[in-house]
């Protein structure tokens, strides 16, 4: 599809993050996962982002804006706008 550079703030545990990478992968699009978990900075951006919650996944992209659990419809049409811009 792309290859923008996103970056994917998750766990391991989490389902929507591991549906949300599979979409990614089975579409060609690079990015960078951030475990929570194991990377306290990446946790407190997190929390930071989404009124101290864990809402995981955060995905960045590389203009900033920020989608949290999207499902694979908004991340595609995100990722579309961003291909047609």
């Known amino acids: 599809m792309t ?3 996103l970056i994917i703030y998750g766990t391991n545990w989490c389902g929507d993050c591991r549906r949300t990478q599979r979409f990614l992968q089975d579409n060609q699009v690079s990015y960078k ?3 929570i978990d194991l990377d306290k900075k990446g946790e407190q951006f997190v929390l930071s982002t989404n009124r101290g919650m864990r809402s995981v996944p955060t995905i960045v992209f590389p203009d900033g804006s920020i ?3 999207p499902t694979n419809n908004q991340l595609s049409a995100k990722l579309m706008a961003k291909i047609e811009s």
């Open 3 to 5: 290859e923008v550079q």
């Open 33 to 35: 996962f951030i475990n």
């Open 67 to 69: 989608l949290v659990e």
